[in-house]
């Protein structure tokens, strides 16, 4: 069973600050997928990734297999960042099911 | 292109009475799941289906759960009776195809209180 662990659960940065969420897991994976819910809403998927790094706007995931690690970074921050985000594993080919962190709370301040 | 609907957003119940949420998967998705959040822990997997059969169902919790698909559409989870346990956000994805690598559609999720 794939454990998945999140750094930092909690996370306040002011408005403009470049941030750095962690993901690290147990056991090797076909897939990560980081996940956005702001207050209320529903849940984003922002990137699936299983090798390299990508980018969409000012969101940036990389993901290194080796380590078992990922990283989220958001560059220039802005109060509408402000969510919790969740990172997921897809365990082995042929997975359809998802292991979840508990998810790091971001607050940007402005 | 409409995406994953659930209803009810919120539902407010008693102890031992029934609830049905009903998950609504982008139109063509082979695949849906149903996944949920207690209070305070992470999000888990409930079950998968594939059209209208059910792939995987080992994290339903009990038997007072009850998952179906008809046609292989819409889905519906019915709990009953529900205990106070079984409050939390229930969350609904789907994604196309077979291939297990396609990306999963998450929609709002049904908020359920059990009092």
């Known amino acids: 069973k794939n454990e998945v662990e999140q750094s930092p659960q909690n996370l306040t940065a002011q408005e403009g600050e470049f941030i750095t969420i962690n993901c690290s897991y147990s056991?090797?994976?076909?897939?990560l997928h980081w996940l956005q819910q702001h207050p209320g809403g529903g849940i984003v998927s922002l990137f699936m990734l299983s090798s390299g790094k990508k980018k969409h706007g000012r969101l940036i995931a990389t993901i290194n297999i080796q380590e078992k690690h990922s990283s989220l970074h958001i560059t220039a921050s802005h109060p509408r960042d402000s969510a919790v985000y969740i990172c997921?594993?897809?365990?082995?080919?042929?997975?359809?099911?998802?292991?979840f962190g508990k998810g790091t709370k971001l607050s940007v301040i402005p | 292109e409409a995406g994953v609907t659930q209803f009810p957003s919120h539902s407010v119940i008693e102890k031992g009475q029934t609830v049905t949420l009903r998950c609504d998967p982008i139109?063509?998705?082979?695949?849906l799941y149903w996944y949920r959040r207690v209070m305070g822990k992470e999000i888990k997997f409930l079950l998968h289906f594939v059209k209208e059969s059910k792939q995987d169902e080992s994290g339903m919790p009990n038997n007072r759960f009850l998952a179906e698909r008809t046609g292989g559409t819409y889905s519906t989870l019915k709990v009953q009776p529900a205990e106070l346990e079984d409050s939390g956000v229930y969350f609904c994805?789907?994604?196309?195809?077979?291939?297990?690598?396609?990306?999963?559609?998450f929609g709002p999720g049904t908020r359920l209180t059990v009092t």
């Open positions: 994805a789907s994604s196309q195809g077979t291939r297990s690598s396609y990306e999963q559609y």
């Open positions: 997921a594993v897809r365990s082995g080919a042929g997975s359809y099911q998802l292991t």
């Open positions: 056991v090797g994976i076909s897939a």
């Open positions: 139109s063509g998705h082979d695949n």
